[in-house]
T-cell receptor, first 110, second 114 residues
Framework: LAKTTQPISMDSYEGQEVNITCSHNNIATNDYITWYQQFPSQGPRFIIQGYKTKVTNEVASLFIPADRKSSTLSLPRVSLSDTAVYYCLVGDFNTDKLIFGTGTRLQVFP | DGGITQSPKYLFRKEGQNVTLSCEQNLNHDAMYWYRQDPGQGLRLIYYSQIVNDFQKGDIAEGYSVSREKKESFPLTVTSAQKNPTAFYLC?????????????FGPGTRLTVT
């Protein structure tokens, strides 16, 4: 399983775009990149998943460079309700277990 | 309304007692998982099951046991052998074999052992 490295914490203000980068140098050919969001005392919630290039859904975008050794989660125009912990996971999820690191704690200020 | 239910939300036990945490899903998912989360930490995998009547140990299985007799249910027993059982326990489920490989999580059970 590829190890991931992401910042421990980030601060932002309402209305700003937030980019959280995750490093995964040992990513394997069959690995996907997935991001989850977790609020206190709740289970994580799936945000987005990608394999290469760019993926966009209604809440976020995921940018993956050609070498796939890193990825960036982009949250457009954050609000106070985006204050949470964000986890980057890498793996062949069809066969692998999910490994959650400590994540990035995002604090959004008014 | 499909989803995963865990009960109870809060559970208190005395040291030395076994306790079973419930997890039920009506999403028709084949795979189910149990995680443990300690304050300020990420999730750690306890057990997982990809099919009925089969399950595998995760990274921290010692002191825990599971069963998977039905597709919908994956109960976790915290035994007296688990040295530090006080934690937040999360159950999840997923389909297998196709992307996106998304796990759906339940609301969690906070277990306190004194």
């Amino acid at each position: 399983l590829a190890k991931t490295t992401q910042p421990i914490s980030m601060d932002s203000y309402e209305g700003q775009e937030v980019n959280i980068t995750c490093s995964h140098n040992n990513i394997a050919t069959n690995d996907y990149i997935t991001w989850y969001q977790q609020f206190p005392s709740q289970g994580p919630r799936f945000i987005i998943q990608g394999y290469k290039t760019k993926v966009t859904n209604e809440v976020a975008s995921l940018f993956i460079p050609a070498d796939r050794k890193s990825s960036t989660l982009s949250l457009p125009r954050v609000s106070l309700s985006d204050t949470a912990v964000y986890y980057c996971l890498v793996g062949d999820f069809n066969t692998d277990k999910l490994i959650f690191g400590t994540g990035t704690r995002l604090q959004v200020f008014p | 309304d499909g989803g995963i239910t865990q009960s109870p939300k809060y559970l208190f036990r005395k040291e030395g007692q076994n306790v079973t945490l419930s997890c039920e899903q009506n999403l028709n998912h084949d795979a189910m998982y149990w995680y443990r989360q300690d304050p300020g930490q990420g999730l750690r995998l306890i057990y997982y099951s990809q099919i009925v009547n089969d399950f595998q140990k995760g990274d921290i299985a010692e002191g825990y046991s599971v069963s998977r007799e039905k597709k919908e249910s994956f109960p976790l027993t915290v035994t007296s052998a688990q040295k530090n059982p006080t934690a937040f326990y999360l159950c999840a489920s997923s389909i297998t074999g196709q992307a996106p490989y998304e796990q759906y999580f339940g609301p969690g059970t906070r277990l306190t052992v004194t």
